[in-house]
Every structure is written in structure tokens, then in C-alpha cells.
């Protein structure tokens, strides 16, 4: 009998397995488009959310597999960038639909190569200011905990991620379960932690109710308790933001047309603004 796979309260997948009587067989499962792209071979290419204002939801469109030497979409990319005490140490854009790895020290023996790597910087990446010092020790015995790093990538149902560092890793994020107390990612877990259909349903009432403004970005903190209750921002010694692309192409794009012009103007509705991304919007802001 094959393993199920389901999604418990704090937005993780929890891989389920059958007992026997010699112990536990466990055999980890995900859906097909939740599993990593390197898991099934594939690469995605197309776009992956659509919005159908009739039935009032989300219909997600079935993505074109094509092999891994096809070019890469906008849309399975993520933008990110490393602090070390709240310092920028790296930023960058990831460019492939299998996602990345975020770890210490390069590949080696974890992981297909066709993730794109990314590495922490050295301690020295802070300068050599005198508070400094004590901070680069701590970082220097940080960052080996941290060389299997953690898994990133985007499906057409959101933005996932998995821990194989030894190394705690709390975050905060659209479907994080806390605001005010830690949310810790445990190892080898595949956890959801932004919903393509949510975040188009908070886009819509942003651009048709004037609500809040959805929320997309996503805070990795490594080897430290985050969020905590104080209320008020602490330093944290080593932290990944992370932005799917698509997401925050549609709502910068949103912010500058707002509802009106989107309502009224032809298709693609402006330069500035991709036709696939206009066209999404103009079907969020439909009556």
C-alpha cells in the first residue's frame, strides 16, 4: 500500500507511512507538481496561475514538461538576498525552474548540479569594523551547521521549501503559522510556504476593496528563534528574504496601474507592463 500525503495546520506536508510489525517504513511522498522539478525530471515552462472571475477562484493551469536543456521561465524564479546582523551580504536572482539550495559551502555530494547553488558568504564579508569581531567568530562556528542548507523552489501551486541542514531554521511568511512566536522548519519536511490562489485572492481585494496589500515576501532565519514576541525587530545573526518573481512582478506592476486604468485600457494596457501580467490583472479587477 503506498504512502498518503497530506497538509497539517502549519502549512507543511506531512508524510505519512504505514507501520509494520518490525518497525517504521518510511517512504516520503508529494504531489506531482509539489515535488521538487528535479525530482521528476522535468522543467516547467509557462504560465502558471490564471484567474477566472466566474467561479471565483484560482484555476491553475496545467504546465508544458519540456527537458531540462529547454530555457527556463520567469515565473519558477526567486529573488534573494543574505544578511549577516542586518548587513546585505549577497543578493542575487535565481534563474531555473529547479529552484536553489542555500547552503555553507558549494554542491559536493547533496543534491542534482542542476540546482543553482547558492553559498554564504564568509564572516569577512562584514567588514572589519571592531564590533565585528565577535560576530565573525560566531558566524565562523555557525556555518558549518549550516552545509546541506535548505531547498527552494516555485510550483504552479506556490513557493516550497525543504531543510537538510543540521542547523535550526526558523521563518515567517505568508502562510507561516506564527506572527508573534517561532516557526521552525524541520529536516527533510517539504513545507508550502506561499499559495499562488491566496495570494491572487489578496491581490484581487487589494486592486477591487482597497485591502491590505498581499503578502509574498518570506524570512529564512538560520541558527536563531524567529519571529519572537517582543513586538520589535532584533538583529539576527544570519537571515535569507526571499521574493518569488512572479508575485512581486504582479503586484509592483498592480501598485502603479491600480483598478481604473485596468478596467478601461486595451490589452497589453501599457509597455511597462508585460501583456501576461496585465492580462492577469485585468481579469482580477474584472467586476
Known sequence: ???????????????????????????????????????????????????????????????????????????CWLHIRLYYCDVLVKELTTRTAEGCRIASRAEGPYGPSCMEQIEFPPPRALGGGGWTVAVT???????????????????????????????????????????????????????????????????????????????????????????????RHLQKLIMAHVEPVFARELFHHAQRLGPALLRGCPQPCTPAAPGRIAHVLQQLCQP
Open 137 to 231: 567568530e560566531v558566524l565562523e562556528r555557525l556555518l558549518p551547521h549550516l552545509e546541506r542548507g535548505v531547498l527552494l523552489w516555485v510550483a504552479p501551486e506556490g513557493v516550497f521549501m525543504k531543510r537538510q541542514c543540521q542547523g535550526r531554521v526558523y521563518w515567517n511568511g505568508p502562510l507561516a503559522p506564527h506572527r508573534d512566536w517561532p516557526n521552525k522548519l524541520e529536516r527533510e519536511k517539504t513545507y508550502k510556504l506561499l499559495d499562488t490562489q491566496q495570494f491572487l485572492e489578496e491581490l484581487r481585494r487589494y486592486l477591487s476593496h482597497g485591502q491590505p496589500a498581499p503578502q509574498y515576501q518570506i524570512h529564512l532565519c538560520f541558527g536563531e528563534e524567529y519571529p519572537t514576541s517582543t513586538g
Open 1 to 75: 500500500m503506498q504512502p498518503t500525503t497530506s497538509k497539517d495546520s502549519q502549512g507543511h506536508v506531512a508524510e505519512e507511512s504505514h507501520r509494520g510489525t518490525a518497525g517504521t517504513c518510511h517512504m516520503p511522498t508529494l504531489p506531482l507538481l509539489t515535488a521538487h522539478p528535479a525530482e521528476r525530471g522535468y522543467h516547467v515552462r509557462g504560465i502558471f496561475y490564471g484567474w477566472s472571475p466566474t467561479r471565483s477562484h484560482l484555476l491553475p493551469r496545467a504546465p508544458s514538461f519540456l527537458p531540462a536543456e529547454d530555457v527556463n521561465h520567469s515565473d
